[in-house]
């Protein structure tokens, strides 16, 4: 009985792994288009003045 209690839990905390491995990858993603479509408005914008970061850092 104790086996089954211990793949069950096993099962559920890799499963739960799963899941916040697949969802930080979305985040991931999500910034990565962001600090892409920075550079790209960066850029547009820089033909006659300063050059200007989009971020604060």
Do not use: E, N, Q
């Amino acid at each position: 009985m104790m086996i089954v209690i211990a793949v069950l839990l096993l099962a559920l905390i890799l499963g739960g792994l799963g899941f916040v491995v697949k969802a930080l990858w979305i985040a991931a993603l999500i910034v990565l288009v962001l600090w892409l479509l920075g550079f790209v408005f960066r850029a547009g914008g820089t033909v006659g003045g300063p050059r200007r970061r989009w971020y604060r850092w």
